[in-house]
Nanobody, 114 residues
Framework: QVRLVESGGGLVQPGGSLRLSCAASGFTFSSFAMSWYRQAPGKERELVATIHATGGSTTYADSVKGRFTISRDNAKKLVYLQMNSLKPEDTAVYYC???????WGQGTQVTVSS
């Protein structure tokens, strides 16, 4: 079945960096656009970034533009989110998602705090 497993979260100081990974299985990964979402405590889940199936096109939320980079490796069935210049307001659980499907992974916690 379709499975998404996020990893790479943790505690980081403001201004630091993290790289999240999402391992996909159970579907033809290279045929689907992928996305990263996040959900902060008490807030709705929000779209952070998307990437086309080929990796040739990306989009970002205004709040992360210029700081985050989404990428993918279709051979390894992985999608990444490189997060730089992290801010306390980036604290959230981060999820990857197949665009057009309803499956969610378990998420990975990112905490930005000094």
């Amino acid at each position: 079945q379709v499975r998404l497993v996020e990893s790479g979260g943790g505690l980081v100081q403001p201004g630091g960096s993290l790289r999240l990974s999402c391992a996909a299985s159970g579907f033809t990964f290279s045929s689907f656009a992928m996305s990263w979402y996040r959900q902060a405590p008490g807030k709705e889940r929000e779209l952070v970034a998307t990437i086309h199936a080929t990796g040739g096109s990306t989009t970002y939320a205004d709040s992360v533009k210029g700081r985050f980079t989404i990428s993918r490796d279709n051979a390894k069935k992985l999608v990444y989110l490189q997060m730089n210049s992290l801010k306390p307001e980036d604290t959230a659980v981060y999820y990857c998602k197949i665009i057009g499907r309803t499956t969610w992974g378990q998420g990975t916690q990112v905490t930005v705090s000094s």
